[in-house]
């Protein structure tokens, strides 16, 4: 005869109303979803100082999680110059503007660039 252990599980204890809502933002990535237009904006900003305006054209952030930003590039060319030799002065330079300041890596793919 087999025999299996069973928790008993009370009532869970009770919390503030604070710390509830602090985790029901927190799973539904509210934070992430409001820092998508400031790092946007940040983007735009940095790639333009950077590449000029024409370039910032053929770019557009198009997520951002956990401190990653995904950018789309429009051109097969910039996007290996970006992922390759630019990297590293563009999370510099993007950490550095408001709206930037807690972005922890980018991630460059071919897409369709800046929206019309």
């Known amino acids: 005869m087999e ?40 983007w735009e900003r940095v790639i333009g100082e950077v590449l000029g305006d024409e370039v910032a054209a053929q770019t557009c952030v198009t997520a951002y999680r956990h401190g990653l930003v995904t950018v789309d590039v429009a051109c097969p060319v910039l996007l290996q110059e970006m992922g390759g030799f630019l990297r590293a002065k563009l999370l510099e330079r993007l950490r550095s503007v408001p709206g930037g300041e807690d972005v922890g890596d980018l991630r460059f793919r071919m897409g369709r660039g800046s929206a019309p």
């Open 3 to 42: 025999f299996r252990r069973v928790a008993i599980i009370g009532p869970p204890e009770p919390k503030a109303f604070g710390e509830v809502l602090k985790g029901l933002l927190k799973r539904k990535r509210f934070y992430e979803k409001g820092r998508y237009g400031a790092l946007s904006h940040a």
